[in-house]
């Protein structure tokens, strides 16, 4: 419901840090990074059991390896997709901190406070 209620609010703002793009990266960074970060790991998670559930019935050693082998790697990946979101976030937020440079500077201001002016 709330992706939506950012949908609502779209306003090109051209005086602002992101010069007409502040839905944009609103969009993005409060509506589908969020997605991202809780949907994508709690589906692998989930897909996980159903693998789980069927190492525990099956017999086959074999088969229980490769199912084992999967269940790591599911969850390997929910935990990356998970950290992903906070690392750009945090990358976005260093860049502007660290250079000197008046582009990225902007950059950072749009990512970090896409709507001021």
């Not at 229980?64 to 906070?86: D, G, H, W």
Request: glycine share 6%; aromatic share 12%.
């Amino acid at each position: 419901m709330y992706f939506f209620q950012i949908l609502d609010e779209v306003v090109v703002n051209v005086g602002s840090n992101c010069y007409g793009f502040d839905s944009l990266v609103r969009v993005i960074k409060e509506g589908l990074f969020p997605v991202i970060q809780i949907a994508v790991p709690i589906v692998l998670l989930v897909l996980c059991t159903f693998d789980l559930g069927k190492a525990v019935i099956g017999s086959d050693d074999k088969e229980n390896k490769k199912l084992f082998k999967r269940i790591l790697r599911r969850c390997v990946y929910a935990i990356l997709i998970f950290f992903i979101v906070t690392l750009i976030n945090l990358v976005f937020t260093m860049v502007g901190n660290i250079t000197e440079n008046e582009d990225l500077i902007k950059w950072s201001n749009c990512w970090n406070n896409p709507m001021e002016l």
